[in-house]
């Protein structure tokens, strides 16, 4: 596969993985589609907004900048023009890494420490001292009152994240190293009108 096909299918799954990690980080500020909870209600790492942030927007730069290396924009003609969006595309595929392994971690500790929850009349994260074993037991689910089926809520939505994330530093590392020979040996596509 060429240099510039490869980017562009790169840059098209990143643009649609960062768009999944926003909306999944969009719903976890709303359990169960409800707008009532306080920020004294949801869990930190909601707040932390690593769907949003890492693998939302940080994400969104290299999906862009991928889809533009491997196209041919306004970036100059040729194959200077095209080695230039590639060495572009390094720099923001690095970037998205660093988005990538926040939405990874900060998602990661959520599941690992599980939601803050209403038990026994107390608002706290009543999981983090099983360190995560309450995944693999979902009758302790229900023990979590308020906000009702936040358990559930945050595991579904927080392991797409997990996933999503993974599958963005997937991404980044082969866009970084298919920039990377983009740059050196540039692209092999073929021009308009050349002889076969």
Same mark, same amino acid.
């Given at each position: 596969? @060429?240099?510039?096909? @490869? *980017?562009?299918f790169v840059g098209l799954s990143l643009v649609s993985l960062s768009l999944i990690c926003?909306? *999944? +980080? *969009?719903? /976890? /500020?709303v359990p169960n589609g409800k707008t009532t909870w306080t920020k004294d209600h949801i869990s930190l790492q909601v707040w932390l907004m690593a769907g949003f942030i890492g693998g939302g927007l940080m994400i969104l730069c290299p999906g862009i900048a991928a889809v533009r290396a491997g196209g041919k924009g306004c970036c100059g003609a040729g194959c200077c023009g095209n080695r230039c969006r590639m060495l572009r595309s390094i720099f923001c595929s690095a970037f998205g890494l660093l988005g990538g392994i926040y939405c990874l971690s900060v998602s990661g500790t959520a599941l690992r420490i599980g939601p803050k929850c209403l038990m026994n009349d107390t608002w706290d994260y009543h999981f983090k001292e099983t360190l995560g074993s309450y995944? !693999? +037991?979902r009758t302790? =689910?229900?023990l979590c009152v308020q906000p009702p089926g936040?358990? !559930? =809520?945050n595991v579904t939505l927080f392991s797409l994240l997990v996933a999503a994330s993974c599958l963005e530093i997937l991404l980044c590392g082969l866009q970084l190293v298919n920039a990377t020979i983009g740059v050196f040996c540039g692209d092999c596509r073929k021009k308009e009108g050349a002889p076969h």
């Amino acid at each position: 596969m @060429c240099t510039g096909k @490869c *980017a562009r299918f790169v840059g098209l799954s990143l643009v649609s993985l960062s768009l999944i990690c926003i909306t *999944a +980080n *969009a719903l /976890l /500020l709303v359990p169960n589609g409800k707008t009532t909870w306080t920020k004294d209600h949801i869990s930190l790492q909601v707040w932390l907004m690593a769907g949003f942030i890492g693998g939302g927007l940080m994400i969104l730069c290299p999906g862009i900048a991928a889809v533009r290396a491997g196209g041919k924009g306004c970036c100059g003609a040729g194959c200077c023009g095209n080695r230039c969006r590639m060495l572009r595309s390094i720099f923001c595929s690095a970037f998205g890494l660093l988005g990538g392994i926040y939405c990874l971690s900060v998602s990661g500790t959520a599941l690992r420490i599980g939601p803050k929850c209403l038990m026994n009349d107390t608002w706290d994260y009543h999981f983090k001292e099983t360190l995560g074993s309450y995944l !693999y +037991n979902r009758t302790q =689910w229900s023990l979590c009152v308020q906000p009702p089926g936040i358990v !559930y =809520w945050n595991v579904t939505l927080f392991s797409l994240l997990v996933a999503a994330s993974c599958l963005e530093i997937l991404l980044c590392g082969l866009q970084l190293v298919n920039a990377t020979i983009g740059v050196f040996c540039g692209d092999c596509r073929k021009k308009e009108g050349a002889p076969h």
